[in-house]
């Protein structure tokens, strides 16, 4: 096996990313398949639930769950249209009151509800979440197929949010260059580079633009 495709998961810095979402991305899926590198049989496909905690105000953090965990992302910045994220917080559930404070509330950006003293576990944070006027709790499946092309991992997915099927594709690294270089072999060229966060906005309805590629 290629020695690239062992250290796909392991970046230890930020990676920048390119991602656009639409119906009909097998062109793109199928120059991602000819020019990847073999990648690990654990990335062939991966299927997951998750639900995204979704405000109105905030598109510079990322909250969703998977697997009874809590997970936080937060934008660094932006670099040749290619925006670059971070890990803010990964926790499992039950989450404390002070971890709900400090940390969750926050990177929503709104007022947080009146807090338990307790723990919370999950059907109580979603709870909390469906009480809030501004939060929206947004279920999403994913169908992820991993490939590997100049040194930048990429994915064809297909996606279903609030039951409304999409298709996803991207690229992502540390290098912009390398980026740069896949974007265009693989024929992504042209397209609007949005995250998953304005993707589920768009689909929902709680922003009025289009969806990208549609």
């Known amino acids: 096996m290629h020695d690239d495709a062992l250290h796909i998961e392991d970046v230890p810095l930020p990676r920048f990313e390119f991602r656009s979402f639409g ?39 990322i909250t969703k769950i998977r697997d009874g965990t809590l997970d936080i992302r937060m934008w660094v910045q932006t670099v040749s249209a290619l925006e670059q994220w971070t890990a803010h917080m990964k926790g499992a559930f039950p989450l404390s009151a002070a971890a709900l404070r400090d940390v969750v509330w926050p990177a929503l950006h709104v007022a947080p509800p009146n807090l338990p003293a307790a723990d919370s576990d999950l059907p109580a944070f979603l709870a909390l979440v469906g009480d809030h006027a501004a939060l929206q709790a947004v279920r999403v499946s994913k169908v992820r197929y991993g490939y590997m092309v100049h040194e930048t991992f990429c994915e064809y997915a297909v996606v279903h949010i609030n039951g409304a099927r999409v298709v996803s594709v991207c690229t992502e690294s540390t290098d912009i260059p390398s980026v740069q270089r896949t974007i265009q072999d693989t024929g992504m060229t042209g397209l609007e580079n949005i995250n998953y966060l304005q993707a589920i906005k768009r689909v929902t309805g709680m922003r009025p633009e289009s969806l990208a590629g549609a």
């Open 23 to 61: 119906q009909d991305f097998d062109a793109v899926h199928f120059r991602m398949g000819r020019l990847s590198v073999p990648v690990p049989e654990k990335l062939w496909e991966r299927r997951s639930d998750e639900i995204y905690i979704v405000s109105p105000a905030t598109d510079v953090s």
